[in-house]
């Protein structure tokens, strides 16, 4: 119980910045929603779909290989080194080959009239690519406090700029008069730009970040020891593999849907998607928090003889954590939520799936839980294979489900959702049979089953009884709450 509260700690403190910090920038989706049409927010998540699987492939497993480095080397120092030379090299040339071809890429991927979208975000992913290694540093060295502020610094900076460009410069300009601020904004506000903001602010955001981020990267020893660089590299090289079948499953959705659905309603369907997606704020933000404290912790658990009792035990306090933000978010969906983060009901539209993803994102929870014991035990090549089966999983589904004309429109997104679904249970549930056979750990499967059927369970009567007084079902709904906690109650009261 110590290391289970050592965990919940450091999840605390790691997770109560980084979650205000992601409340702040899940802020940003109501603005979005408000101020652009469906397909102009596609564009958006077809951008952050390319960079999230961009930013796997310029890491390349090296966040996670650093941890296993840091705990097994004696000269941490010379392990940081080489980590952070690695990626900065990388990063780079990527940098200078994208410059190179930006208008090449702009047509390939069906963008031709604006370059300047992958000018910048080729800077954007240098600069987020060269800050990983610092990130992992300071969580390595248990300095959440300092790894917080650099986090809320760079969401906060993001969101006062999305605000300065979508809502302050138009409002400003939108009487027009020769004030001194007006005559000020118009030297440099492009009133005819939308999306192309949100990514200035993104890049502005980026380039401060890897500014506060200086002090651990000019500490730096400039040398990189070719032996350790090459055990490094035998070490990550299946986690990126893994990795990229992981934003396969995680992005690719959006982008099969754009390139897949007529013209005519792509867009639209993908920024419904993406809206809806979103949705999975609390289970995604918990999840993030939980991950930047049990990575580091895992490793370092596992000197301790009762380390897998430990996992075990922290398994079954996740379970009800994630089953109780799936009862929360369904249950206040109509009331609360949708209303407060989605504020233009034509994105109301995809509200069928948000269920559906918000279990896919348990299941990608508990899959990351279970993946310890192929990091542990050096097997990462396991974690590339089962991630390959996930992404395999996940196209067949999307190609099968995502129609190729508007008159065949049956599944659309929601194809998309269930593949996602079924893609990460199958992760899930291959990930504990193989682990069982090379890092066996005696996790509790009639509590996972039970708490996570309660919750769906609690739910299915919440869609059943639906009182038309908000009111009333408010009530209602916080009872069903209640019945959930007070059986949780009595299961694991000491």
Not at 139 to 158: D, H
Not at 164 to 178: A, E, K, M, Q, T
Not at 284 to 311: N, S
Not at 383 to 393: H, K, P, Q, T
């Amino acid at each position: 119980m110590t290391a289970i509260k050592r965990l919940a700690g450091q999840t605390a403190i790691y997770g109560i910045p980084s979650v205000l910090g992601r409340i702040l920038g899940y802020l940003l989706v109501p603005l979005y929603t408000a101020v652009f049409k469906p397909g102009a927010y596609g564009t958006v998540s077809v951008f952050y779909a390319y960079t999230s699987f961009l930013m796997v492939v310029l890491t390349y497993g090296m966040e996670t290989t650093y941890f296993r480095f840091n705990e097994n080397e004696q000269d941490k120092e010379k392990v940081f080194s080489t980590a952070i030379i690695s990626l900065i090299i990388t990063s780079l040339l990527f940098l200078g080959v994208v410059l190179s071809f930006a208008g090449d890429i702009a047509r390939w991927i069906d963008y031709a009239d604006h370059p300047e979208y992958i000018r910048w975000f080729a800077w954007i992913l240098t600069l987020d690519s060269i800050c990983a290694i610092p990130f992992a540093y300071l969580r390595a060295k248990n300095r959440p406090a300092r790894f917080a502020w650099v986090r809320m610094t760079n969401i906060t900076i993001n969101i006062i700029l999305n605000l300065f460009f979508l809502v302050l410069c138009p409002f400003i300009l939108r009487y027009p008069h020769d004030g001194f601020f007006g005559r000020f904004i118009s030297l440099f506000y492009k009133p005819q730009w939308g999306v192309e903001y949100i990514f200035i602010s993104n890049l502005a955001a980026s380039a401060i970040t890897l500014v506060m981020l200086l002090p651990q990267i000019l500490a730096v020893k400039w040398k990189i020891n070719p032996d350790l660089w090459r055990k490094m590299l035998f070490y990550a090289f299946p986690l990126l593999f893994a990795g990229m079948a992981g934003i396969v499953n995680e992005t690719f959705d959006r982008l099969l849907l754009r390139y897949l659905l007529p013209k005519d309603i792509s867009t639209f369907q993908v920024g419904v998607y993406a809206a809806c997606y979103k949705i999975s704020i609390l289970m995604t933000i918990f999840i993030q928090a939980y991950r930047y404290a049990a990575e580091p912790f895992f490793f370092a658990q596992a000197r301790e003889k009762d380390a897998r009792l430990v996992y075990a035990r922290i398994m079954d306090y996740f379970i009800i954590v994630v089953s109780l933000i799936f009862l929360v978010t369904m249950l206040y969906l109509d009331d609360f939520i949708l209303p407060l983060l989605v504020r233009s009901k034509e994105y109301w539209v995809g509200r069928g799936v948000i269920p559906v993803l918000m279990m896919a994102n348990l299941f990608l929870g508990v899959y990351f839980n279970l993946s310890i014991w192929y990091k542990l035990t050096g097997k990462t090549s396991w974690g590339a294979w089962l991630s390959f089966i996930g992404a395999v999983i996940t196209l067949i589904l999307n190609f099968w489900w995502i129609p190729l004309s508007s008159e065949h429109l049956i599944y659309g997104y929601y194809g998309s959702a269930w593949a996602t679904f079924i893609c990460y249970g199958s992760m899930m549930v291959l990930s504990y049979l193989i682990g069982q056979k090379y890092f066996p750990v005696k996790y509790n499967l009639m509590k996972f089953a039970g708490y996570l059927g309660l919750s769906v369970l609690l739910y299915l009567i919440s869609t059943v009884i639906k009182p038309e007084l908000s009111v009333l079902r408010i009530i209602f709904h916080t009872f069903l709450l209640i019945v959930f906690l007070g059986i949780v109650y009595l299961i694991e009261k000491p």
